[in-house]
């Protein structure tokens, strides 16, 4: 009897727990193979937890236990759920694919900005305090791309046999997800009697074990125990530690990639707040800003220093026309054989001196530290006072003076 195999792959913080405990297990004809359900001398089980830890494995030999395994189970839907998966794609679909090339697999999304806040939230609830907002996000915020991940998924899987449920339709219309679910794989219906989800800590709560450095502090001592219980109960305070400024340049710079997920997989993700309106940082319309510069410089060669993710996405959805734009440089460019970046010409960083431009502009978006660095590198490469310097970002009048101002 052929087996059909479904690896539901995460992502993490997408309702992952509650279909491992309260959906998977109780489905009809399935065999759930999941890390916390301890079967005995189970191989699929034993090489999830090699491929969690990274330990070496032979697939050919795992392969040969595993279909052993399975074709002895009288159950003719194996589900595999790790939500770990999805974390390192390649490295994961390297080992999965070669056993089940012809698995189904299931892709669970959130958006970005609601995402990462409530990854954030999870590392303060499992004890990792000491990680502050602006490192989380330098590691995290423009790794999220979940249209990248759906092509990798298809790639490997081809499209028929990948599926991405949003975890706000889950929040929205269970129905509506399991459905979804049940089409895709063939499985016989079932709803979960259990409809609980298990509730986010309060605000309030986070904020007190953000302020503790060491977790086992709240482990032995009742009193913050009893505390945290008390806060999560009856002062819920709702609150996010993600600032409203950054959360609108990353919606923004996911926004397109996410309509184009939304055409891939016919599910119009703009109803779940995917999708930006408009290239927006917070409350700030940076197209107004570039049309200021634009009138502010007009008739003037403008150099864009800065050619990271940030400018492409500025240049795929805003209107540069109006800025006479020479080229742009960057520290990558120094003696590089690039010449073209997101369709401007590519000014080596050492040749700046030797092109005529009246204004630099600043093409990212970063803290008013970072960029007083840059603004020193500069200096240093072309000397104090001998360039002007402008920002896309439309940085507050206290912050520009202190990145001009500084030494």
Request: hydrophobic share 40%; aromatic share 14%; glycine share 4%.
């Amino acid at each position: 009897m052929k087996k059909q195999v479904i690896i539901h792959v995460g992502l993490p913080k997408t309702a992952s727990t509650y279909l491992q405990d309260m959906f998977f297990p109780f489905l009809k004809d399935v065999y759930f193979c999941y890390r916390n359900v301890k079967t005995n001398n189970d191989p699929l089980q034993e090489y999830n937890r090699k491929l969690r830890n990274y330990f070496p494995v032979d697939v050919s030999q795992e392969k040969n236990a595993i279909y052993e395994y399975i074709n002895n189970l009288h159950e003719s839907n194996i589900i595999l759920s790790d939500e770990i998966f999805s974390t390192n794609c390649e490295y994961y679909t390297d080992y999965l694919k070669p056993i089940f090339p012809d698995a189904k697999i299931i892709l669970c999304v959130r958006e970005q900005t609601d995402w990462l806040e409530s990854l954030y939230k999870h590392h303060i609830t499992t004890g990792k305090s000491n990680i502050v907002v602006d490192y989380f996000l330098k590691l995290n915020a423009f790794n999220c791309n979940w249209l990248d991940k759906y092509k990798h998924y298809v790639n490997n899987f081809g499209k028929e046999n990948v599926l991405v449920l949003p975890y706000e339709m889950f929040k929205k219309d269970k129905s509506q997800f399991f459905k979804m679910f049940f089409e895709f794989t063939g499985i016989e219906y079932f709803y979960p009697e259990n409809k609980l989800v298990r509730s986010a800590p309060s605000f309030s709560s986070l904020i007190l074990k953000s302020l503790i450095y060491n977790p086992a502090n709240i482990q032995h001592n009742k009193f913050i125990q009893l505390l945290i219980k008390f806060l999560d109960n009856f002062i819920k305070i709702k609150g996010d530690f993600i600032d409203k400024k950054r959360k609108g340049l990353i919606k923004s710079y996911y926004s397109n990639f996410n309509k184009e997920l939304s055409e891939h997989i016919g599910i119009d993700l703009k109803k779940y707040g995917y999708i930006a309106e408009e290239l927006t940082l917070g409350d700030i319309k940076l197209q107004n800003n570039i049309d200021k510069l634009a009138k502010k410089y007009k008739n003037k060669k403008v150099l864009i220093y800065g050619a990271g993710k940030f400018f492409q996405t500025v240049t795929e959805n805003l209107d540069l026309k109006g800025l006479n734009i020479i080229g742009v440089s960057d520290r990558k460019f120094c003696n590089s054989d690039v010449k073209d970046f997101a369709g401007y010409k590519v000014i080596d960083l050492s040749e700046i001196q030797n092109h005529d431009f009246d204004v630099i502009i600043l093409g990212v978006i970063t803290e008013v530290k970072t960029v007083t660095r840059i603004k020193e590198f500069l200096e240093d490469l072309l000397g104090a006072n001998k360039f002007k310097l402008d920002f896309i970002h439309n940085y507050t009048f206290m912050d520009r003076i202190k990145i001009l101002i500084s030494n």
